[in-house]
C-alpha cells in the first residue's frame, strides 16, 4: 500500500513539475535580436548621404549597402524599397584624418612629423520602428582606425579601414536598435 502512495506521490510530482516548467519560456537568438516578427515583417533603409565633406565618392553608397546586408543576415525581416516596418536613414557626419603620435626626428632641419594617425568617421542614424515607437532613435555612431604614415599612405590603406571603421559601426548600430543591449 505505501508503495502504490509513493508512486502515485512521484506521479503528481512530475505531473506539477511538467505542468510548471510548460508555462515558462526563454526566446532567444543566435544574433540577439529580439523582433517581434508577428508585427515586425519588414525593413527599409534610405540611401545615406556623406555630409561629412572627406572621403571616397563611393562612401555613402558602401556604408548603405553594408547595412542592408547586415540587417538581412542577421534577421528574418524583408528588404522592402521604403516604409519597412523598421526604418534606417541618415549620413556620414565625419570623416577626419587626425595625427595621434607624433615622431622626433634626430635631424634638426627635419620636423617632427605623425607616427600613427587615426581615421574617424561618425554616421548618425535614425531607427524608426512603426510597430514599437518606444524603441525609435536618433543617434550618432562612430569609430576610427589607425595607421603608419610612415610606412604607408592613406590611399594605400583607405579602403581597408573604411570597410573595418563601417563594420564596427554597423555592428553597434544594429545592436543599439533590433538587439536592444
Do not use: H
Not at 508585427?39 to 540611401?47: G, H
Not at 543576415?73 to 522592402?80: G, P, S, Y
Not at 573604411?162 to 563594420?167: G, N, S, T
Amino acid at each position: 500500500m505505501t508503495s502504490i502512495k509513493i508512486r502515485e506521490n512521484v506521479f503528481l510530482m512530475v505531473i506539477l513539475f511538467m505542468l510548471g516548467i510548460s508555462g515558462c519560456s526563454v526566446s532567444y537568438s543566435f544574433t540577439g535580436t529580439n523582433i517581434n516578427y508577428d508585427l515586425t515583417k519588414t525593413f527599409s533603409v534610405e540611401n545615406f548621404f556623406n555630409d561629412s565633406g572627406g572621403g571616397p565618392a563611393n562612401m555613402e553608397q558602401q556604408f548603405t549597402e553594408s547595412l542592408k546586408d547586415f540587417y538581412q543576415r542577421n534577421t528574418q525581416l524583408e528588404l522592402v524599397r521604403s516604409n519597412g516596418d523598421i526604418q534606417l536613414s541618415g549620413s556620414i557626419t565625419r570623416y577626419n584624418l587626425t595625427p595621434q603620435a607624433t615622431v622626433t626626428s634626430t635631424d634638426p632641419n627635419s620636423p617632427d612629423r605623425a607616427g600613427q594617425m587615426r581615421l574617424t568617421i561618425v554616421v548618425e542614424v535614425e531607427y524608426i520602428n512603426m510597430a514599437v515607437e518606444e524603441e525609435n532613435l536618433k543617434r550618432s555612431f562612430s569609430f576610427f582606425r589607425d595607421y603608419d604614415p610612415r610606412t604607408t599612405s592613406v590611399l594605400q590603406v583607405e579602403s581597408v579601414l573604411i570597410e573595418e571603421i563601417f563594420e564596427n559601426i554597423i555592428q553597434d548600430v544594429f545592436t543599439a536598435t533590433v538587439a536592444n543591449w
